[in-house]
């Protein structure tokens, strides 16, 4: 794995699933429109995080739209083989 992606791919993910959580706890407590959109935005940056990882092992990017199945996206990214073994940047 790029450790030059390393950072990017924690932002993303790690800000995402923030995101989609907080979205979803506003959209139960009341906030519904504020809630979708933190939601939605919290996806987005997780695919795009998502997508760095991809990177990061050497893949397409395009493979960061499996993050649009959340977490079992992001653990179907994590079993691709890594084309970078050894990398440092």
């Known amino acids: ?9 924690n932002i993303g993910v790690g800000l995402g ?3 989609s959580i907080i979205g ?4 139960e407590s009341g906030s519904e429109g504020l809630g979708v959109l933190i939601a939605l935005v919290g996806l ?3 695919i795009w995080g998502c997508s760095q990882y991809a990177k990061a ?3 397409s990017p395009l493979w960061g739209a499996l993050g649009i199945l ?3 996206g992001l653990l179907v990214l994590f079993f691709l083989p890594d084309r970078h073994k050894g990398a440092t940047a």
Do not use: D, N, P
């Open 44 to 46: 987005g940056v997780f």
């Open 24 to 27: 979803r706890v506003l959209m």
């Open 1 to 9: 794995m790029l450790a030059e992606y390393k950072r990017t791919t």
């Open 57 to 59: 092992k050497g893949h």
């Open 70 to 72: 959340s977490l079992i």
């Open 17 to 19: 699933l923030i995101g």
